[in-house]
């Protein structure tokens, strides 16, 4: 997949991390590390998002795992998830938390 082209197809806003709002994150993970399938650990979307995917919604579970990212001194940022997504992702004592962004917002490097 070519990623360059993907990234053209809508106008990129970065963010520094610590300026993300609850708004701009369409999904969460928090789980244990290993498999991220959801059977050890839990998406979450916003109280009015899609949930498709199995989401279970909770906009506080969305808004308390962008915070706890936030609070993290090292967190990956910059890759994009398969529909083109960037996705901030860190660990923080025994599990896994990702912040999947909505389309057009990536974090600043
Ligand atoms: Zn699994």
Redesign the pocket.
Known sequence: MNTEARNDEFQVRSEPLQALTPAQVLRVYSGRP???????GNYYCQNDGDDSRGEKKSSAMVTKVLRTLQAQDVVFAGERDLDGRAYVFADVGARHYVAYLVAGVEVAR
């Open positions: 290993g498999c991220m399938c959801g059977c050890r």
